[in-house]
T-cell receptor, first 108, second 115 residues
Framework: GQNIDQPTEMTATEGAIVQINCTYQ??????LFWYQQHAGEAPTFLSYNVLDGLEEKGRFSSFLSRSKGYSYLLLKELQMKDSASYLC?????????WGAGTKLIIKP | DAGVIQSPRHEVTEMGQEVTLRCKPISGHDYLFWYRQTMMRGLELLIYFNNNVPIDDSGMPEDRFSAKMPNASFSTLKIQPSEPRDSAVYFC?????????????FGEGSWLTVV
């Protein structure tokens, strides 16, 4: 079967660092996406990994290990505006399989 | 670029009524997706089109749901008759193969409430 797991909710402090994990078990792998979704809004694209390693984009970084079926999204210097849900999605056999999302709560 | 445009943004309707949701994809994008999102089930792919042709509609819940794409710049998702369990946010999204990973871009969603 196809399965993506990520924590339901996480809490972090403004200015700190947080790592959101995503593990997947899919029949194929053509890449992994992270999307950010603020409450009441549409998901917006954050990052894409298809090869192992770390992709850095400003305060956000995404890591992939295909052998472990594992990815994480790292958010640095957290700001209140980072409070949102973060969705992990795996492209498997050209279909996009979505995780349920991790709700990130940022406290002052 | 205007992005993916959806209408209506919000709709409240009575059970049994027909609901039509509309979408204009980003110009030049040849893939169009209809998703439904609820707290219980998360994001679910309902159907997607490539070059206006439906490719996979296995996510369409039942015969009450239908989708069309008469041309490259317009698609509709219709629910007839609507039921309270259809209450959800319906997202339209589009992509093109040359985008990194074939990244999909979402519209702002249509918030449907069936009472």
């Amino acid at each position: 079967g196809q399965n993506i797991d990520q924590p339901t909710e996480m809490t972090a402090t403004e200015g700190a660092i947080v790592q959101i994990n995503c593990t997947y078990q899919t029949s194929g792998f053509n890449g992994l996406f992270w999307y950010q979704q603020h409450a009441g809004e549409a998901p917006t694209f954050l990052s894409y990994n298809v090869l192992d390693g770390l992709e850095e984009k400003g305060r956000f970084s995404s890591f992939l290990s295909r052998s472990k079926g594992y990815s994480y999204l790292l958010l640095k210097e957290l700001q209140m505006k980072d409070s949102a849900s973060y969705l992990c999605a795996v492209k498997s056999n050209y279909q996009l399989i979505w995780g349920a999302g991790t709700k990130l709560i940022i406290k002052p | 670029d205007a992005g993916v445009i959806q209408s209506p943004r919000h709709e409240v309707t009575e059970m049994g009524q027909e609901v039509t949701l509309r979408c204009k994809p980003i110009s030049g994008h040849d893939y169009l997706f209809w998703y439904r999102q609820t707290m219980m089930r998360g994001l679910e792919l309902l159907i997607y089109f490539n070059n206006n042709v439906p490719i996979d509609d296995s996510g369409m819940p039942e015969d009450r749901f239908s989708a069309k794409m008469p041309n490259a710049s317009f698609s509709t998702l219709k629910i007839q008759p609507s039921e309270p369990r259809d209450s959800a946010v319906y997202f339209c999204a589009s992509s093109y193969p040359e985008a990194v990973g074939n990244t999909i871009y979402f519209g702002e969603g249509s918030w449907l409430t069936v009472v």
